[in-house]
């Protein structure tokens, strides 16, 4: 299928990140490369691209897209929590703009092969990029739902997708897949209409988006990539460099928001402490000091970007 990502907050990217010419980025989250062009065009002459996706059809994109710089830009599958081993690969450094777009594309929540969207029959595999190969040992949803212990799952439906009624679900899960294994997306929404009350079906947000979410956090281990390399990226980062986050749930903005604000300190010792022992220096200074919101204007053309959140940092 044709791949499509309308990039997210771009004017916002670029005016808090501030690309200079001769500056390298990483994009680790490369998409479609929209705005990683963009970076691109003010980094010229000389500045290069390393460029990160588990999706092959993303990265075909994104070297048709960026062709312009073919010189300058190095592309590579895989998770974005392994930049280290790209740059020594392929001797990029160093390294000014870090960039991550948390989001899932258009193009993933269509794709029919990996099951992260709860409109239509897909399988409940929910490995981005890893449906055909690469999978680096990530296990499927299908697999969660079906050999994991119930407390196990709504644990995940807890800590991952915030689900009011992780119980009630997943008491449902268990109960079913006593009768025949759950298989696809359809089935896994047929159970949640089941298990959780009628008033919660009205919601704005449909009564299947936790979930969902929930299980493709979990299958990709969103969360712990995220929290583990922030601290390598802060370390491999020339000082001036600038980290760019956009995130599009609580889970991940408060991650950054957190690692930011404990970074930007030059002690983190508790309010009872009254003399500081933690010898913590701060490393940063926050550019965006709240996160910055898609506009009225952004969200009629894009509603998908409705929940993002973009947060910037200087190294110092």
């Known amino acids: 299928m044709p791949y499509y990502h309308i990039p997210v907050l771009l004017n916002e990217v670029i005016g808090n990140i501030d690309p200079k010419p001769g500056e390298n980025l990483v994009d680790g989250t490369i998409g479609g490369g929209g705005h990683s062009k963009a970076i691109l065009e003010r980094t010229s002459p000389d500045g290069k691209l390393l460029g990160i996706d588990y999706d092959n059809e993303a990265l075909v994109e994104a070297k048709r897209k960026l062709g312009d710089f073919s010189g300058r830009i190095f592309l590579e599958r895989g998770n974005y929590a392994d930049f280290e081993l790209f740059a020594k690969k392929n001797n990029f450094e160093p390294i000014n703009i870090f960039f991550l777009d948390l989001g899932i594309s258009s193009h993933q929540l269509d794709d029919e092969n990996l099951g992260i969207s709860f409109l239509g029959n897909s399988p409940l595999d929910m490995r981005l990029g890893g449906y055909d190969h690469n999978s680096n040992g990530r296990t499927t949803a299908e697999n969660i739902l079906n050999n994991c212990k119930e407390d196990e799952i709504e644990e995940i439906l807890k800590k991952y997708g915030e ?154």
Request: one cysteine or more.
């Open 163 to 316: 689900e009011r009624y992780a119980k009630l679900i997943t008491r449902e899960i268990a109960a079913r897949r006593k009768e025949h294994r759950i298989v696809n997306t359809s089935q896994l929404v047929a159970i949640i209409e089941k298990a959780v009350p009628a008033r919660y079906k009205g919601q704005k947000i449909h009564f299947a988006t936790r979930t969902f979410q929930a299980l493709r956090i979990a299958v990709n281990k969103e969360l712990e990539n995220l929290s583990e390399t922030l601290p390598a990226i802060l370390e491999k980062m020339a000082p001036g460099g600038r980290i760019g986050v956009i995130s599009f749930h609580s889970l991940e903005d408060r991650i950054v928001k957190q690692f930011f604000q404990k970074e930007s300190k030059n002690c983190i010792c508790g309010p009872d402490i009254p003399v500081c022992v933690c010898g913590h220096k701060k490393r940063i200074e926050i550019i965006t000091k709240k996160a910055i919101k898609p506009s009225d204007e952004e969200i009629a053309r894009n509603p998908r970007s409705r929940s993002a959140k973009l947060r910037v940092a200087k190294k110092l």
